[in-house]
């Protein structure tokens, strides 16, 4: 869920600036920007952020200053890791608000929302999935891929709204009645349309998905 950085006042959305400054810092640092000399990956990245620049302009408004759209983060983030997701999907919202589209005031809070939460989920479960279960290709696409997409997508979506209670945009008691009935919506399709796509592209092309590796998913299984 995107927000009208209208509805903060300029102190919360000064320090969400300085918390998004930094991990932009830290994900630059800690990007793996060598494996993106291999010109085929360079193209596959490009692509998705392009891909996440068309749906993310398709939003619906779930309440006035609160929008809603698919994200396709967990796809980004099991194709590249959490750093080059925040760096490219950060690039995409400047596109999306300079396209009139986002909401420029509000870009900070919606970088945290819409990218570095989701984005973080799908990494830390792409991890602890790693520690505890099979590698194995069906745990890979319905545990990392589908499940985690709409857990990413239901994520931001709870820091969206706690945003907005705290900063008394909306009273809580209003967004459990227009805005929180919605989140079984949000987890269906973002949950189907990462599972889709990463099984897509590690049948098709498994070296654009860099945690994904047939040795250790499939040779053997």
């Known amino acids: 869920m995107e927000l009208s950085g ?18 932009l810092l830290s994900a630059l ?9 291999d010109s085929a990956r360079l193209h596959a990245y490009l692509a998705t952020c392009i891909g996440l620049l068309v749906l993310w302009t398709l939003r619906t408004e779930v309440v006035p200053g609160l929008a809603f759209h698919l994200l396709g983060i967990t796809t980004l983030t099991l194709m590249v890791g959490w750093s080059l997701t925040v760096i490219g ?3 995409v919202l400047v596109a999306t608000a300079l396209g009139g589209a986002g909401d420029a005031p509000g870009y900070a809070l919606n970088l945290l929302t819409v990218v570095v939460v989701p ?5 830390v479960l792409l991890v602890v999935v790693r520690g505890v279960l099979p590698r194995h290709f ?11 997409a709409g857990l990413a997508a239901l994520a ?5 709204v706690l945003l907005l209670s705290a900063a008394g945009g ?3 008691a209003d967004l459990q009645q227009q805005v929180i009935p919605f989140f079984p919506l949000m987890f269906f399709p973002e949950a189907l349309l990462n599972g889709w796509i990463i099984t897509l592209m590690v049948a098709l092309h498994p070296g654009w998905v ?3 590796s047939d040795e250790d998913y499939l040779h053997g299984k």
């Open 6 to 23: 209208a509805l903060f006042s300029p102190g919360l959305r000064g320090w969400a600036w300085i918390a998004c400054a930094l991990l």
């Open 29 to 37: 640092r800690m990007a793996p920007w060598r494996r993106l000399r």
């Open 89 to 91: 999907a950060s690039l």
């Open 119 to 123: 984005a973080a989920l799908t990494q």
């Open 138 to 148: 069906f745990i890979y696409v319905f545990v990392n891929a589908f499940l985690a």
């Open 156 to 160: 931001g979506g709870c820091v969206a």
């Open 170 to 172: 909306y009273a809580f």
């Open 210 to 212: 860099w945690s994904f």
